[in-house]
Structure formats: structure tokens, C-alpha cells
């Protein structure tokens, strides 16, 4: 158990480093200097100019040797300093992150779980049923197919442009501050609702599908045969049947929820949605080093969590894989 | 007591033939496929000439309408077409076949191979592949279809390592693959020659999922701007048609097709693989 | 000595990462000499199946010798090891399973050909392979051309050995190669080693975990409990007298037809592997004078009467 | 009488047709009779046991009557058949060793289906302990999960759950072929004590290994190619065997004491013909040394001395 876990452990360091690795890469990858890369971009006036290039100069410390500048690279990290943002200049890149960050999770949370778990249902509803295989299967094959962009698309002209229901940019209306009033929270939820709903629909497809081949393999087991044979009601079966085809599907949710800081970038561009996929494209559109290497940071952070903890609940929810640490 | 298997070809295609998700699929894929082989001389126009008026609903002469800048939206779309194929196959075929070699040599020689390229596999998936494009975006100031499908398709293959490997693990305890280690055959002609042939099916059926993969993903980097700077593909498409806001001017011949196509697609190889996994697997059949 | 192990230990490590050793085979010590018929008989777990496969260089050896015609197999590489397989070969249990499902039964034929005849024309391979064919009952034209779900068991089975047969073996060892085979055919396998033996002068490694084929066939025996060798010895002595109580164990469960099984009170607990030092056997053992030895060392083997070995400590006094 | 079927026949379908698997089971279980039913792989006993209990595609009922206890079982109305199922007719089934939920505690699977079964386990509490103890499982068995135990443990805990509603019919399927000698012997001896104590009234213990129903059956019943050739008594059937099939079997089991070099053992030359489609007559009429033209024609399975009935032909004549 102890060297399972000690292995693992192991492997996520490593992952990570390499991870952290490529991050301090990219800026150090572009052709010609990133600082006057990144200035020329960012059209700003003059003397404010030269005030950035010399801070990002000894930001990026080129002025050291390359092994010097990867150290000091991780030793920023480790003191959670990830440098200034240039497309919100003055603003420190976590700070930028940090207000992202909520976004993400109100979307994101909602629409990973309740699709989950309403896909499941569906999926193991739908197992084994030829009249359903034929009809509403097929349709979820194609939704977990649809480009999520293109459904969001389709949806704000649909519903926001053309019956003109819901609003099709943003997190609440531009003439509002952030604030614990009703109207906020109205305006917060109709333009929530649109790049949820286009999120829960694709991943729903998603996991149905999954569900009704993995309840299908459990279906045909021993141990649901020999239910049978004892006279188990087909809802016993089913239980267990689908308590066992839940265990993948949980692993996918996990990693699922590990993404959930790198946001739904295609989602929210259409949407214009403040996440952190959204501030992604922002900061690859304005060439904001800073910015994507936060950016890749949390998410490279957030998949190896969600990795992590998947490991740890399986070990709770699966006996067998106890009993191969164990060995027999 | 079984009743008497045969695994004659006959068998396959009697089965084949008749489920229903698997014909479905194949002709669904078909259609595109023709469509992008045969699309382009359909069209007198070029991609990006300005072929007509502009914002033109479809009519009969611009079947699927024309853009902001007057392109024909019927051309884009077949050239685009023609893109997704090929990053289907090129980047879900690369995915594959990396896939399966790591797969082959971690599940047929275990130990110290298995556990580095078990790492790696690990590794690879962990690390976002938009960090990596960035990195190659950056540096490939051009870009193409096939670049982008390259990168991909070096990528995705960690998922199909691991199903090839576990496959392969299992393959591996049997008594065949003892014989033909008793006739002092290298463990590369074994993989080959008798591992391999064993796991065609299940390889196939990888692949179109890997096809499917590649696709989407294609897709979502086109649009987010990392896709090619050269060429169309039907992610560009609907990047320029919601950068020059066709959703508000309801221009919605220009983001409807590309994003239809490729849900049907890519539903379609989904669609094709559960029918596949059906054909193989008598147990899944329709009771 | 024409086939020899020393001290030979195999370790596998078990769980899936690595934790625990299991000691599957244990300081196993036999020779075979030229042309013999020898049982190597086990239940299942008792490492019978990984000495058969360490001496098919299949799985390694964690310690100790094997020694074919005094050289150490494991030494064997590429050429070495080709011509290893020329003259030793093996035949499992499970006939399916040695057949690639996808091919043609002959395809094994083929692999012979391919790795180990590459020259020899296509006239002179068909006589050879009609040849060994026939010298295992079989009818080429009946089994020629199938694929492998198309032939019976004992006709798979038989068909492999042909495979051995086509290079000049002259050790096979034979896993359980007919357990799995239908009552009214299996007995007519055994009969073919059995023929093979006088005909060809093969030696053959029989094993099984049937006490009466071993009887039935061979001319020495090994019984063999949790990795170690209990008794050994020429068959008829071992079955008359049999000394180590898990032999006679064994000899009371086997279900025969000729008798029931005695009111033999052995209440058989699950069989204990992680004893560490001591008679392996000694949670089992039905004799009273369980000394303290049994606790303390392990019974080396030893010879009762000519030709006749046990390893338990009660045998040791007399 | 405790179970009787009347020409029970059950096919499989596949692409080429049906597989004629049962073709014609007639035979009655005494009450406390121990029925060993032999045969050859494929010859159809593990399909007569899963038709009693669970007949389900690809398997598909042809024709039969099977009465349990003067009652019909309708064994072709998957529906109906539910009511009978554990309390009435029970199966150990072959594959025991993953028989049980891996992701459920034990006790647990039990206790939820026998409430599944409407049955409070509470009250089956003291007697699923009892079995426990008598199968030399402890208690501790319950709160663990399948993995934990022995391939031994698992299969002696399958047929505690098994028998754990005193079925009147338990069948068990080939459980004892992939045990070790030593625990085949536990094993079915255990049963045999499960038919003594009154758990269950009749068994029926299928198996490819004749010398094991000669230790703890009362009855053998000897299957061929689908069909039943031979049914009498242990002791007579091993004794005295009339049907050629059953003879040649019997004699070709290498006994302890016998050595190739002093007695060769002949087996049976031929293999069993393909049930797509049998061959008219008797169906080892290809394989039999006494074969004659009268074989043609399919022998019907009757009585020849009490207790004791064969399908040949030849039999008749020796015996008149």
C-alpha cells in the first residue's frame, strides 16, 4: 500500500516537473525576444513601455545564464509569484487568475456533476432496452460528437439571438457590479444559463454512452447470471450491475473535474464567459507570458489533484484493487 | 456446455450486415467521405475568392450561401471536409500507431519496460495538450493541416497504449505465444506475427475512435486560433464566422454546416465502434 | 546426467506492485537420464507447472542450475537457444490456447518451418510433416488445412506433438496435457507419450496432478507440495509405500472407481504458503510425533531404500 | 418422486441452425437421490441443468414437461420460473469462482438478495451461520469481499448460498473439475452431508469424472451427443455397464495399480458427431465396436432390469 502510494507519488512529481519544464519553455521557444514580442503586441504608450520592458527583462531574467533563469523560474513558483500580467498591466497574474477562477467552478461544477449523474441514470436506463438502443441512443452518440463550440453557437443564435431569450455575452450584464442583490443574481443566472446548458448537453451524451457499454459488460458477468439464476429481481441486478460499471464512469468524472480550472475554452469564447478559458485566449491572443504560464500552471495543478484523488478513492470503492497491492 | 463457435469470415459479415449502428455509421461516414473526395470539383469557385455578394442565404446558385467577404460557404466546406479527413487520419492513424507500439512493448515485455513506458504514458496525459501546441504554435509561424494533425496525433495515443497494453498482457499468457517462443522467434516477429493479427479488430476499432478524437480536437484548437494559419478546415469556419459575428447577424448558413458535419461525423465513428464492439463481442449482440 | 537441476529456486514477486515474494519453487533438485518416464505430480500452486516452463527456458530461474547435457540453459542465446528447442520442446494443458485462434491449425508447422528449416524444399517438409503425423495417429487429411476450433482436443493435442516431432526432440515436457481432454480420448494421448518413449527413445517430463496416470505411465515419480520435493522415487515403490504423509494424503482423495473413498478424517484446511522455515507441510501432516523439528528445519530428502527419497523428519530416526 | 422430466428437449441457435444440445431427457429423481449425471464435454448435461433453471438465449425451449414435486416447472416462462428459482430449484454453478458480486461485501449480497426474494434474513441468520460452520468457513467469510478468499473458500461459500433456502432440487455444475484432489474430496463430500441433513431433497452433481460419482452418487446417469444413454445405480453402472458408450468409458480410467507396461487401456477411437445435425439412429453408432444395421434406428431408453435403463438395441438381445 505504501509503496503504491509512494510509486504514485513519485510519478506525479515527476509529472509535474516535466510539466513546469515546458511551461518555462514557452516564452523561452519564441522566435526572437519574448519581452519585445510581447510589448509590441500590447499597444501601450511609450514611457509606460519602458517601464514594463525593464521589469519583464528581469522578470524573465535573460540577462542570466539559461540554468540560472530555470532556478529562479521554480523558486518563483514555489513563492506563488507568477510575474505580471501585460494585457491587465499592473495586475499580478494570480490575482488575474484568482478572479477567473469562480467562474469556472459556477459553471463548470454544475454542469460536470449534474451531467454525470443524470447521464449515468440515463445510460443504465437505456442498456439493454432494444427500443431506446434504436431511437434516443443514437441522438447521444451524436451530442457527445457535437464540436461544444458549435452547440454554444447554435444556442446563442438560436436562444439568444433569434427568440432572444437569453443574453449571449458575459457573466451579468455590463451596466452591473458584482454584488449580493437579487437583480445581480438574475442577471448572473440568465447568462449562466446558456453556456451551462450547452455543456451539460454534450457531456451528458457522453457519459449516457459510456454507461450503457460498461452496464452492458457488467450485465453479462457471472456473478449477474448467477443473481439470475437464484431468481433476483431484474432491479437487483441492475443494482449491481450498475454499481460496478459506476466505478470507470467515476474515474472519468474525476478527471473531468480536474479540468474544470482549465474551463471550457470553446464554451466560453462564444459566450465571452470570464473564466480562465476565456482569459487563456486573451492571454495567447495578446501574447501575455506571464499570464499563460499561470494559467497552464492551474490546470497542470488541478489535472494532477483530480489524478491524485482518483487513485485514493478508488483504492475505498474497488476491493479488488486493495487485494493486488496486497498481493494474494 | 458452449454451443459450437465458428469465427469464419461469413460469420462476420452476416453479423455485420445486419446491426444496424454499424451500417448506419459506415454509410453516414461514406457520404462524407465522397462529399470531401469528390465536393471540390463540384464548386467552380476558390477558397477564399470572393465568389459572389456577400452574407447571400443559400440560393441555387451559392448552395450553402456565402460569407461576409462573398467566399462561397459550399467551397469552404468541402475543402474543410476534406481537412477533417485527414486529420482523422493522419492524426488518429499517428495516435494509433504510437499507441500501439508502446502498448505492444509494455504489455509483451513487462518489468522495467513496462513501468518506464507506463510513466510516460502517464505523463502524456497529465500535460495538457494545449501547453504543447502553444509551444509549437509559437514556433511554427506557418502552419498546416498536417502539422497540426501531427502534433495530435503525438498527443492522443497515451488512451489507446493503454488498451493495446492490457490487450497485449493478456494475449501474452497464452499457450501460443509459448510455442512460438519455443521456436526461438525474436519477441519483435512475435509481436508481429502473432500478437498483432489477434488484436486487428480491437486495433481498428481504436482507430475510430482516435479518428473521432482527433477530429474534435482539431476542431477546438482551430477555433481558439491555434489551428492552421494556412488553408480552411471546418473549425476555422466557424472561427471566422463568430469572429465576424454571424451569430449576431443571424448568419447562420455560415456556422451551421461545418459544426453539423462534424457532429455527424464524428457521431457516425462513434456509432460505426459500439456496432463494431457489437459484431466481435457476441455477448453485447441485441438480445 | 542428460537433463539436470540444482538448488534450482524460482521467486516470483506477487501483488501488483511488487510487495511480497512468492516462493513458487524451492531448492528443487532431479535428474532425468536418457530416454526416461518420469512424473513430476503436484496439485495446483505447487510450482509443478513453473518447473516444467523454467526448463522450457519460459520463466527464469531466480536460483540454481539447469543443466541440459551439462551445459547451463541459461546461458543459452539466439543460435544456442535455437538448437536448444531443437531437441527439447514442451506441450501444455489447455489445446486452444496453444493455437493462434485467427490461423490455421498448421500454422505451428509452419513457425517450425520458417525458424528452423528455412532451406529444405516444399516436397521434402510435406513427407516430414506426413511422417510425424502419422507417428501421432493422425490422419493428414483430416486434420490438414483446419482451423484450430475445428479439431477436437485430442486431435490438437496430438497435433502439437507431431510439431515436436518434426524437430529432433529428444526431451518433452508434458503439462497436463491431458486434463483437459475428454475421458474417452485421453487415455489414447498418454498411451502415444508412453509409445513415443519406446519408439523413439524420447525422455519425457510427465506432469500432472493425477496420482494414477503418473502411476499408470511413468517409471519414477516426484511428488511435489508448495515448491518442494516431498518424496521421490521409482513409481511402484512410491505408490506401495508411500512414506511422506501428503503423499498418502493424496492417495486417500483421489477418487477412484475401484474404491471409496476411506472415512479418512483429513478436514483439509486452505493449504498454507507462507511458511517460512520448516517442513512446508507440517499444518497438514495427520502424524502425531510432530516434533520440533518440523517447526524448526526443513526435512531434507533423503534415501529410505534404494531409489526411494522422502523429506519429512519423521523418516529420519530409522 | 422429486423431479421428473418428460422429453425435454432444449436447442441452441446459431447462424447455422439449431444445435440440438438436450434432445430428449426422460428421466425421475427419487427423493433424497443423489444423481450423477456423466458425460462427455458437449454431450448436453450442463445444458439439462441450466434449462431447469435459467433458460435464456441463446438456449431455446423445443418441448418437455418437467414436474418438481408433482408441480410443473415452467421452465420455458422465464417470468413464471422466477417464483420457482432458489426456494424450489437451485444451481451451483459452474463458474463459482466469480459467482459473487467482487465489489460487494458477502453477507451483504446475501442478506440483499434474499430480501430481493422477499424472504427477512434475519431469520435465515442462525442458519446461514450454521451451514458456515459446517462447510468450515468462519463467520468472518460475511464482512469480506469475494477476492479475499480462496478459490476452496469461494466455491464452499457459493453453495451455502446456493442451498441456503432448502431448494428441493440443487444441481451442481462441474464444480468439483477445477479443484484440486483434496478439496474435490471436501467438496463433495459436504454435499452429500447437505443431502443427509434434509437441506436439499434431490441432487444432481454433474461432472466429466465418473470416479468421482462413483464415491458419492446413488444413481449415475450417462449422457452422449444430447441424448441419455445409460441410468441405473453406482454400483451397478460401474459394476455391470451395459451400453457399449458407457463400457468403453469405464474401462479406458487408468486405475490405481495399473501400468501401462503390464495392462495398455484402450480409449474410444472416433469423436462425438456434430449435434447441427445428428445423425439418424444412434447417435455412437460411429464410434461402436458392436455396431449393426438395427442402429439406424434411434434405440429407445428403456428399462432392462430394475432401476436400470440403457438406449441400445443390443442390450435387448443380451438380455432376452
Known amino acids: 500500500m505504501k509503496r503504491y502510494f509512494s510509486r504514485k507519488v513519485f510519478i506525479y512529481i515527476l509529472t509535474f516537473f516535466l510539466a513546469v519544464t515546458i511551461d518555462w519553455l514557452v516564452p523561452r521557444f519564441m522566435p526572437g525576444n519574448p519581452v519585445q514580442n510581447m510589448l509590441s503586441r500590447a499597444s501601450i504608450q511609450s514611457d509606460a513601455a519602458e517601464v514594463m520592458r525593464g521589469y519583464y527583462t528581469k522578470a524573465f531574467g535573460l540577462d542570466v545564464p539559461l ?37 469556472d467552478l459556477a459553471l463548470l461544477v454544475p454542469s460536470v456533476l449534474l451531467s454525470w449523474i443524470a447521464g449515468n441514470k440515463f445510460g443504465a436506463f437505456a442498456a439493454r432496452s432494444r427500443w431506446l438502443d434504436n431511437t434516443i441512443l443514437p441522438i447521444t452518440y451524436l451530442l ?76 453479462e458477468e457471472d456473478y449477474s447470471h448467477y443473481l439470475e439464476s437464484l431468481g433476483a429481481p431484474r432491479s437487483l441486478v441492475r443494482k449491481y450491475a450498475f454499481r460496478n460499471a459506476m466505478l470507470p464512469q467515476i474515474t472519468g468524472l474525476a478527471l473531468r473535474l480536474g479540468q474544470v480550472v482549465a474551463g471550457a475554452l470553446a464554451t466560453e469564447i462564444v459566450f465571452s464567459y470570464p473564466g480562465i478559458g476565456y482569459l487563456l485566449l486573451q492571454a495567447i491572443n495578446n501574447q501575455d507570458y506571464f499570464l499563460i504560464q499561470g494559467c497552464f500552471l492551474f490546470i497542470v495543478i488541478g489535472v494532477l489533484l483530480a489524478n491524485f484523488i482518483i487513485d485514493v478513492v478508488y483504492v475505498i470503492v474497488d476491493p479488488r484493487t486493495r487485494q493486488g497491492m496486497e498481493g494474494t | 456446455m458452449e454451443p459450437p463457435q465458428s469465427k469464419e469470415k461469413n460469420e462476420f459479415f452476416y453479423f455485420a450486415l445486419r446491426n444496424n449502428k454499424l451500417v448506419i455509421g459506415l454509410i453516414v461516414v461514406f457520404f462524407f467521405l465522397v462529399f470531401a473526395i469528390i465536393g471540390p470539383f463540384l464548386t467552380e469557385h476558390d477558397l477564399n475568392e470572393r465568389a459572389g455578394p456577400r452574407n447571400q442565404p443559400p440560393s441555387a446558385e451559392y448552395w450553402f450561401g456565402t460569407t461576409t467577404f462573398g467566399q462561397d460557404v459550399f467551397t469552404q466546406f468541402v475543402y474543410g471536409l476534406r481537412a477533417a479527413f485527414i486529420v482523422g487520419l493522419v492524426g488518429g492513424g499517428l495516435a494509433t500507431i504510437v499507441g500501439m507500439m508502446v502498448g505492444f512493448f509494455a504489455g509483451y515485455h513487462g518489468g522495467m519496460v513496462d513501468e518506464l513506458l507506463n510513466m510516460l504514458t502517464n505523463t502524456v496525459i497529465t500535460i495538457p495538450k494545449l501547453a504543447v501546441l502553444l509551444v509549437i504554435a509559437a514556433y511554427l509561424t506557418v ?46 516477429k512475435i509481436i508481429w506475427t502473432e500478437i498483432a493479427p489477434n488484436m486487428m479488430s480491437y486495433l481498428f476499432m481504436t482507430f475510430v475512435l482516435q479518428f473521432g478524437g482527433a477530429v474534435l480536437a482539431a476542431a477546438t484548437l482551430d477555433f481558439i486560433g491555434l489551428g492552421p494559419t494556412e488553408g480552411i478546415s471546418l473549425g476555422l469556419m466557424m472561427q471566422h464566422s463568430f469572429n465576424w459575428s454571424a451569430i449576431q447577424l443571424g448568419i447562420w448558413w455560415w456556422f451551421v454546416p461545418p459544426g453539423a458535419a462534424l457532429a455527424l461525423l464524428v457521431g457516425a465513428m462513434y456509432l460505426m465502434n459500439v456496432g463494431l464492439d457489437e459484431v466481435f463481442n457476441p455477448k453485447l449482440r441485441e438480445r | 546426467m542428460f537433463l539436470n537441476l540444482d538448488k534450482v529456486t524460482k521467486v516470483f514477486k506477487t501483488g501488483t506492485f511488487g510487495g511480497q515474494d512468492l516462493h513458487a519453487v524451492e531448492d528443487v533438485d532431479f535428474g532425468l537420464t536418457e530416454g526416461e518416464f518420469v512424473s513430476l505430480i503436484g496439485e495446483s500452486g505447487s510450482g509443478k507447472s513453473t518447473i516444467g516452463r523454467m526448463i522450457l527456458r519460459l520463466t527464469s530461474v531466480t536460483s540454481g542450475v539447469i543443466e541440459y547435457r551439462g551445459k547451463d540453459i ?92 518434426l524437430l529432433d526432440i529428444d526431451f518433452l515436457v508434458a503439462d497436463e496435457i491431458i486434463s483437459m481432454l475428454d475421458a474417452s480420448t485421453r487415455i489414447d494421448v498418454l498411451n502415444l507419450l508412453a509409445d513415443l518413449k519406446e519408439r523413439e527413445g524420447l525422455s519425457i517430463l510427465f506432469i500432472t496432478h493425477d496420482l494414477s496416470l503418473g502411476y499408470y ?47 479418512v478424517e483429513a478436514e ?46 519423521a523418516q529420519e530416526e530409522d | 418422486m422429486a423431479l421428473k422430466t418428460d422429453d425435454l428437449r432444449v436447442y441452441y441457435q446459431t447462424l447455422k441452425g ?204 450417462v449422457m452422449y451427443a444430447g441424448k441419455l444413454v445409460e441410468r441405473a445405480p453406482t454400483e451397478e453402472i460401474t459394476g455391470r455397464p451395459l451400453h457399449p458408450y458407457t463400457k468403453l468409458l469405464i474401462s479406458s480410467l487408468p486405475k490405481i495399480g495399473a501400468k501401462y507396461t503390464e495392462e495398455k487401456l484402450e480409449g474410444i477411437p472416433g469423436k462425438p458427431p456434430e449435434l447441427l445435425e445428428p445423425p439418424e439412429g444412434c447417435r455412437f453408432k460411429n464410434r461402436c465396436p458392436k455396431k449393426e444395421e438395427e442402429c439406424d434406428e434411434e434405440p429407445p431408453f428403456r428399462e432392462v432390469s430394475p432401476g436400470h435403463k440403457v438406449a441400445c438395441w443390443k442390450v435387448k438381445k443380451d438380455v432376452s
Open chain 1, 144 to 219: 457527445r460528437a457535437t464540436p461544444y463550440m458549435w452547440l454554444a453557437i447554435l444556442m446563442a443564435w438560436s436562444l439568444g439571438i433569434v427568440w432572444g431569450i437569453f443574453p449571449i455575452s458575459g457573466a451579468y450584464s455590463f451596466s452591473m457590479q458584482p454584488s449580493f442583490s437579487f437583480a445581480f443574481l438574475v442577471s448572473f443566472l440568465r447568462h449562466w444559463f446558456l453556456p451551462f446548458a450547452s455543456l451539460f448537453i454534450v457531456q451528458f451524451g457522453g457519459w449516457a454512452i459510456g454507461m450503457r457499454n460498461m452496464i452492458i459488460y457488467e450485465l
Open chain 4, 18 to 221: 439449431d444445435v440440438k444440445a438436450l434432445d430428449g431427457a426422460s428421466f425421475t429423481l427419487e427423493d433424497g437421490e443423489i444423481m450423477g449425471l456423466a458425460g462427455e464435454s458437449g454431450c448436453g448435461k450442463s445444458t439439462l441443468a441450466k434449462s431447469l433453471i435459467l433458460l435464456k438465449p441463446p438456449m431455446k425451449y423445443v418441448e418437455g414437461r418437467v414436474r418438481l414435486d408433482g408441480e410443473e416447472l415452467p421452465i420455458w416462462d422465464d417470468e413464471k420460473m422466477n417464483s420457482f428459482r432458489y426456494k424450489n430449484v437451485s444451481i451451483i454453478p459452474q463458474y463459482a469462482m466469480n459467482a459473487m458480486n467482487p465489489t460487494r461485501k458477502i453477507g451483504k449480497m446475501v442478506k440483499e438478495l434474499l430480501k430481493s426474494r422477499g424472504i427477512s434474513p434475519g431469520e435465515k441468520r442462525d442458519e446461514l451461520e450454521h451451514r458456515l460452520d459446517l462447510v468450515d468457513l468462519t463467520r468472518d467469510v460475511l464482512s469480506m469481499y469475494p477476492i479475499e478468499l480462496s478459490g476452496g473458500m469461494k466455491q464452499r461459500m457459493v453453495m451455502v448460498i446456493s442451498s441456503l433456502l432448502d431448494p428441493s432440487l440443487l444441481m451442481a455444475d462441474e464444480i468439483t473439475s477445477a479443484l484440486d484432489v483434496s478439496t474435490q474430496k471436501a467438496v463433495s463430500e459436504m454435499l452429500v452431508e447437505f443431502r443427509d441433513k434434509d437441506f436439499i431433497k434431490s441432487l444432481i452433481f454433474i461432472t466429466h469424472d465418473i470416479s468421482i460419482l462413483y464415491q458419492i452418487a446413488d444413481s449415475i446417469t
Open chain 2, 143 to 188: 502552419r498546416g493541416v498536417i502539422h497540426e494533425s501531427i502534433v495530435i496525433g503525438l498527443w492522443s495515443w497515451p488512451w489507446a497504449a493503454r488498451a493495446v497494453r492490457s490487450q497485449t498482457f493478456s494475449l501474452k499468457s497464452r499457450n501460443f505465444i509459448d510455442m512460438a517462443r519455443m521456436t526461438g522467434m525474436s519477441s519483435m
Open chain 3, 217 to 263: 505411465i511413468s517409471e519414477r515419480a516426484m511428488i511435489l507440495y508448495s515448491g518442494r520435493i516431498l518424496e521421490k522415487g521409482v513409481t511402484e515403490k512410491i505408490f506401495r509405500n508411500p512414506l511422506h504423509p501428503y503423499t498418502k494424503l493424496l492417495m486417500a482423495s483421489v477418487p477412484r472407481i475401484d474404491k471409496k473413498w476411506e472415512e
Open chain 1, 67 to 103: 540554468w540560472q533563469q530555470y532556478l529562479n523560474f521554480w523558486q518563483a513558483i514555489f513563492h506563488g509569484d507568477l510575474g505580471v500580467s501585460v494585457y491587465m498591466f499592473p495586475e499580478k497574474v494570480t490575482n488575474v487568475i484568482f478572479r477567473a477562477v469562480p467562474y
Open chain 3, 268 to 313: 483439509l484446511e486452505e493449504k498454507q504458503s507462507d511458511i517460512d522455515s520448516g517442513c512446508v507441510y507440517r499444518d497438514r501432516c495427520s502424524f502425531q510425533e510432530k516434533c520440533k523439528q518440523c517447526e524448526e528445519a526443513r526435512p531434507e530428502l533423503r534415501e529410505v531404500e534404494e531409489n526411494h527419497y522422502v523429506a519429512c523428519h
Open chain 3, 74 to 165: 541459461s546461458e543459452f542465446r539466439r543460435q544456442s537457444l535455437k538448437d536448444y528447442y531443437r531437441q527439447v520442446q514442451g506441450v501444455f494443458q489447455e489445446p486452444f490456447s496453444a493455437y493462434n485462434p485467427i490461423f490455421k491449425a498448421d500454422r505451428v508447422f509452419r513457425n517450425v518451418k520458417d525458424e528452423f528449416f528455412p532451406e529444405m524444399d516444399n516436397g521434402r517438409w510435406q513427407d516430414k510433416v506426413q511422417d510425424s503425423l502419422g507417428a501421432v495417429g493422425l490422419n493428414p487429411d483430416q486434420v490438414l488445412g483446419n482451423y484450430p476450433h475445428q479439431l477436437s482436443g485430442g486431435q490438437l493435442q496430438r497435433f502439437l506433438i507431431a510439431r515436436a516431432l
